[in-house]
C-alpha cells in the first residue's frame, strides 16, 4: 500500500472545518449544511485498507446528507486497490469513477528569485472574489448555486483557517492565474492551479508552483500534495518542480434520484438509522 498517512492527516484536519464529521470502521461522513450542493463539504471519505462493501458505505452516507439537502452522493476512495470490490459495484450500477493522480514533493523547496512574478493576495477584496470566482468556471463548474456555496466556503472556512491564495495578474493589474497553498498539521496542499486560457503558454503555473513550495518550506510542512489528472499533461510540469507518484485516488458522483437508491435508504435518517 502507498503511504498516504500524511496527505489523510492533513484531509482529515480539512473535514473537520466543516459542521460535522462522522467517523465510520472504514473512514468518515462529512456534512455541511451550509453547503450542500458542494461535494467536498457533503461525502464519504473510504479510507479503510479492508474491503468495504457499497452498502456499509451508503447505510451510513445516504442518511447523513438528506437532512442537510444534499441532492447527490459523492464517496472517495483513498486506497482502490484494497477496494476494487466497491469500485466494481460502484461502476456495475452504473457510476462514472473518477481517477486523481496523488503526486507529493518532499524536502525543502527552492528559493524563488527577485523576478518572480506571483502575489500573495494578504487581504482579499471583492476585486478579487470577483475574478476567483470567475477562475471557478475555468473547472467545468457553471452552476450559481455552487459558485455561490463555492466562494462562501473559501470566505467563511478555508481563508480563516490559513488557506492562502496567490495570483499572477496581467497587464490591466486582473489576475490571470491563481493558485492556493493550504497547511494543516504540517502538510501542504497546492491546489486550484489555473491560468486564464489567453494567458496560458507564459509559464505561469511554474511560477506559481514554485512559490507554493517555497512557502510550504517556509512555515515547515514537510511535505506537499496535490492531485492532477492522471492523463493530463499537468504531470509533466509539477514532475519538473520536483513531485513524484505516490498513487490514484477514486471517486464518483451520483445523483441521489438515480435508479438504485431507494427512498428508503435516503429516509433511514428520519428513524436514527446511519449516524
Do not use: K
Request: aromatic share 6%; with cysteine.
Amino acid at each position: 500500500m502507498p503511504d498516504l498517512e500524511p496527505l489523510l492527516r492533513l484531509w482529515r484536519a480539512l473535514d473537520g472545518l466543516f459542521a460535522a464529521e462522522a467517523r465510520t470502521s472504514w473512514g468518515a461522513v462529512v456534512t455541511d449544511a451550509r453547503y450542500p450542493d458542494v461535494q467536498e463539504a457533503n461525502y464519504a471519505r473510504v479510507e479503510a485498507t479492508r474491503p468495504v462493501s457499497l452498502e456499509e458505505v451508503e447505510a451510513a452516507l445516504l442518511p447523513a446528507i438528506a437532512p442537510v439537502g444534499c441532492r447527490r452522493e459523492h464517496v472517495v476512495v483513498f486506497f482502490p486497490e484494497a477496494q476494487t470490490d466497491l469500485l466494481v459495484e460502484a461502476s456495475t450500477r452504473g457510476e462514472r469513477l473518477v481517477w486523481d493522480l496523488v503526486m507529493v514533493h518532499e524536502g525543502r523547496a527552492g528559493a524563488t528569485g527577485d523576478e518572480d512574478p506571483v502575489e500573495e493576495v494578504r487581504r482579499p477584496d471583492e476585486a478579487f472574489w470577483h475574478a476567483h470566482r470567475g477562475s471557478i468556471r475555468l473547472f467545468d463548474v457553471h452552476d450559481e448555486r455552487v459558485l455561490d456555496q463555492l466562494s462562501a466556503i473559501e470566505r467563511e472556512v478555508l481563508v480563516p483557517s490559513g488557506r492562502r491564495w496567490f495570483v499572477i495578474r496581467g497587464p490591466s493589474g486582473r489576475p490571470e492565474a491563481f493558485a492556493a497553498l493550504l497547511v494543516l498539521d504540517g502538510v501542504g496542499f497546492v491546489d486550484h492551479v489555473v491560468t486564464l486560457p489567453e494567458a496560458r503558454r507564459r509559464g505561469h503555473a511554474t511560477a506559481l508552483t514554485r512559490r507554493l513550495l517555497a512557502e510550504a518550506s517556509a512555515v515547515g510542512a514537510e511535505r506537499t500534495y496535490l492531485l492532477t489528472d492522471p492523463r493530463g499533461v499537468a504531470e509533466a510540469l509539477y514532475a519538473r518542480l520536483g513531485f513524484t507518484r505516490v498513487s490514484q485516488v477514486a471517486s464518483w458522483i451520483a445523483p441521489l434520484d438515480r435508479p438504485g437508491v431507494t427512498s428508503a435508504q435516503v429516509r433511514r435518517s428520519t428513524s436514527g438509522g446511519g449516524r
